[in-house]
Structure formats: structure tokens, C-alpha cells
């Protein structure tokens, strides 16, 4: 039966691989999605096998707990998963991401609990009942995961709208210094300890670390840190899988975290920032509401106007951001973009790498309105095109196209790289109102003498433009 366990978690393991490969390419990623979830349930299923559950006196008491979990975990799931909203995906992903970093930490403590009423029965510590190697990784999971828990919540509320606070106590910085100090000493003393005093105070340190370190992370920095989250729990996932004998949890576990880590690193050097630089930064903490008047003013235009240029143009380049999601106008500009090609126009899709509140946000959107693939381009592969470009059209996008991030050493955007707008003939930008983008940073394009202002909803806007095109047929 063990053979045949190790060898369903080694098929579940290479499943999950090929998954999460496919899951690279917005062309086979929903395969990828499909693959991955058939391991799982493999997993689960082949789980219900394992000695420690079907071989003690408790077999039918722990089978009916594990169907009730899975029910009230996988039902829950399943209702709220078709119910969320595309524009509250960041918030959900955040939170689910919290589940798994809960999850580890709750297996961390379980162990750590056994083997302390282990120590102080046999008058040793939690080392020697445990090996060393297992006490160790055991803990440092129990570290990541309690830290991803409520740093995921943080996260979770910040994007929410429910929590708008960038510091809780004066030198919040150095607070979050010391408790991390405080974490790693009481981490320290659990090894050698025999007794659950130490163990409850890591587990709150812990919980109080994510919290604090996660409250001056910026809005605009959201999307990183939902990704180093992940990265998180995959590594603590990992760690506990070792402390269990579980394969298929180390090998999932480490192959989410490489693969988080790697996401985050790519995701900070896009915007040309270090992991650290994110959490101590703040960028996005204050949000200004109105603009500045000392850059000019900003020239509105009609959506009339608006569709004239554009069914004339020879190309137009549509920038999407999370105004986009909100106002539930993707399909709008599928439909603008299907006009617009009938006419001749040459028309493609620019994502930046951090548009929206997580990434693949753009992504989704646009595979949700029918957008192929071939017309959807990274930030590297369309930027020169802006400078051929008739129309740059931005949809709900401030940040990522801000032209301070080159020309301003000032700013906190600076250095990141963005999306060239400025480059093209023209530019519109579709926007409810005067105000900067998530980052609070005012945005010197929308005073630029090659771009227009076409303000209001982005749905009603696209349709507009919609209309415009249409009586030019």
C-alpha cells in the first residue's frame, strides 16, 4: 500500500509541473489549470489510503472529518468562485493564498504540539523528539506560513477598499525590526524547549509580523506582494510536506515557491525595484485626488471626435488597467476592436507586466471578452511600435504608461519601466475623472500635447466610441 501511495504522489507531483507549465502561456493555461486540479483530487483520493488514517482506532472518526473539511473547504470554493466578480479576482486570490499559509503553519503547530507533550514526557526537548532536520524545517515553515497568513489578509484588505492605512505605530519600520527579532529568538528557543509557552508567543509574533510588515506596503506594490505571498506558502507548504513524509507536498510545495520567487523577481525588475525596496517604499500609500494644475491643463475630447480619429488611424495600440476591470468594458473594446480591423486598422493590445492588481490581470480580462491571443503584446515587444502608432488608446491605466518613471528622478515611479504611449501620434485616455492613478503619483501624459481626454465610464466610453465608428459605415 505504501509503494502504491509514494508512486500516486510522485504521478501527482509531474502532473503538477506539467500543469503549472501550461499555466505560462495564456494559450494553454486553462489546460494547465484543468491538469493541475485532476492531481489534487489524485492526491486527496490516494491520501484517504495513508496508515495514519485507515490504521488506528479513530479510521472512521478521521475519514467523515477529512469528507466534512473537503466539503465545507471545496463548497465554499466552488460558490464563491463563481460568484467573484473579475474585478475582486486580486482580492480572492490574496485570500486563498492566506488559506494555504494557514494551512502550513496550523500542520507546523499540530507537530510542534506532539512533540512537546513528547519532550516533556520523555525530559527532552523538541529536537531530540523530532531530529533536528525535521525541528528545523518545521519551524521555518511554521515562520513563512503564519507570516503569509496574515500578510495575505492585510493584502486581501488593502485591495478590498476595507483598510487604507500605511503605518499603525510611529517608526513602524523599526518596530517590525524588532518583533522580527523577537520571532526568530522565540523560534530559536522552541528548538530546545520542552513546554507550550514558547510555541503560543511564535505563533502570535508570527501572526503580528505579517500584519505589520504588510500595512506600509503601497497599493501600486499590491501585485508583488500578493506574488512573494504565494511564493511563501509554497516554500512552507514544502517544508511541512518534509515534516509529514508527504512527496507530494514537498514537491508541489517547492515547485509553487521557485516558481512564486520567480514571478516576484520578474515582477519587481519590471518595475525596476528590489523585493526589499517594495515593502519599504510605500509607493501607493497616499493617493491624491485631484491633479496638478502646474503641468497645464488636460484637453478633453469627444467620443465623436475620439472615433473619427481612430477608424482613420493605420494603427491603433490599446492599453488596458484596472479602470478597465471596474467599468466591466472589455467586451466594449472587443467589439470597438472588431469595428476598427473591418476598417482596415491595424489594431494590438499593450500589457504591461504590474497593469491591474495582480498579475495576468490584463490577461484574463481580455480572454474573458474573445481577445486572441496573437494580438495581446508584452511591454518588450510593443514598444517600439508606439512610435508608428496613430492612436494610443488608455483604458483605465495611470501608472504604467507615466512618463515621469523616465524623465523624473523625483518620483517614486522612477526607473520602472513603462509602456511608451507617449511615443504615438496621438494619445486618448479614457478616465472617470482628474485624479492620479493607484500609486498617487500624477501622470505628466495626460497634459501632453498629443493627448486627449475622453472622460467618463469606461463602458459608456467604449460604447460611445462604439457609435462613433459605426456612423462613418
Known amino acids: 500500500m505504501e509503494t502504491l501511495i509514494q508512486a500516486s504522489y510522485f504521478i501527482v507531483a509531474v502532473i503538477f509541473i506539467v500543469g503549472l507549465k501550461q499555466m505560462s502561456s495564456p494559450v494553454t493555461a486553462r489546460r494547465g489549470i484543468l491538469w493541475a486540479g485532476a492531481a489534487m483530487v489524485l492526491a486527496t483520493i ?171 506596503v503601497g497599493g501600486a506594490d499590491m501585485p508583488v506582494i500578493i506574488s512573494l505571498f504565494n511564493a511563501l506558502t509554497g516554500l512552507a507548504v514544502g517544508f511541512e510536506g518534509y515534516v509529514l513524509g508527504n512527496a507530494a507536498m514537498i514537491i508541489a510545495g517547492i515547485v509553487v515557491g521557485s516558481a512564486g520567487s520567480l514571478l516576484t523577481h520578474l515582477m519587481a525588475v519590471a518595475m525596476n525595484r528590489s523585493v526589499s525596496n517594495v515593502f519599504f517604499a510605500g509607493v501607493g500609500t497616499e493617493t491624491a485626488t485631484s491633479s496638478d494644475t502646474s503641468q497645464g491643463e488636460m484637453k478633453e475630447i469627444q467620443a465623436q471626435d475620439a472615433g473619427i480619429l481612430m477608424a482613420f488611424a493605420s494603427q491603433v495600440v490599446i492599453i488596458p488597467g484596472y479602470g478597465m476591470a471596474v467599468a466591466q468594458a472589455q467586451h466594449k473594446i472587443w467589439e470597438l476592436t472588431q469595428l476598427l480591423d473591418d476598417k482596415g486598422v491595424s489594431v494590438k493590445f499593450a500589457i504591461h507586466p504590474v497593469a491591474g492588481r495582480m498579475p495576468g490581470h490584463m490577461n484574463v480580462l481580455l480572454a474573458e471578452a474573445g481577445v486572441p491571443y496573437d494580438m495581446i503584446y508584452d511591454m518588450e515587444d510593443i514598444n517600439a511600435d508606439f512610435k508608428t502608432t496613430t492612436v494610443a488608446l488608455v483604458i483605465g491605466a495611470n501608472d504604467v504608461v507615466n512618463p515621469s518613471a523616465k524623465t523624473d528622478s523625483s518620483s517614486p515611479l522612477y526607473g520602472m519601466p513603462i509602456l511608451d504611449a507617449v511615443d504615438s501620434d496621438n494619445v486618448i485616455v479614457i478616465k472617470r475623472g482628474r485624479g492620479t492613478g493607484f500609486s498617487g503619483v500624477e501622470n505628466p501624459l495626460f497634459f501632453a500635447d498629443n493627448t486627449k481626454m475622453l472622460f467618463g465610464d469606461g463602458q459608456k466610453a467604449a460604447n460611445d466610441l462604439i457609435q462613433a465608428v459605426k456612423e462613418l459605415s
Open 46 to 216: 490516494v491520501t484517504f489510503l495513508a496508515p495514519q488514517i485507515i490504521d488506528t482506532d479513530q479510521a472512521t472518526t478521521n475519514v467523515v472529518l477529512i469528507i466534512l473539511a473537503i466539503a465545507l473547504g471545496g463548497g465554499y470554493a466552488w460558490w464563491s468562485g463563481k460568484r467573484v466578480a473579475i474585478t475582486d479576482m486580486p482580492q480572492m486570490i490574496a485570500m486563498y493564498n492566506g488559506m494555504g499559509g494557514g494551512a502550513a503553519a496550523t500542520i507546523a503547530a499540530v507537530e510542534l504540539l506532539k512533540a512537546t507533550s513528547d519532550a516533556s514526557a520523555n525530559s527532552t526537548n523538541i529536537a531530540t523528539e523530532l531530529g533536528s532536520d525535521v525541528a528545523i524545517l518545521g519551524i521555518l515553515g511554521a515562520i513563512i506560513g503564519t507570516i503569509s497568513f496574515s500578510g495575505s489578509i492585510i493584502a486581501w484588505a488593502k485591495l478590498d477598499g476595507r483598510l487604507n492605512r500605511s503605518k499603525l505605530l510611529p517608526a513602524q519600520h523599526l518596530v517590525n525590526a524588532l518583533i522580527a527579532i523577537a520571532t526568530v529568538g522565540f523560534a530559536i528557543s522552541i528548538y530546545f524547549s520542552s513546554v507550550l509557552a514558547p510555541i503560543v508567543v511564535f505563533f502570535a509574533l508570527a501572526l503580528v509580523l505579517g500584519i505589520f510588515i504588510t500595512i506600509p
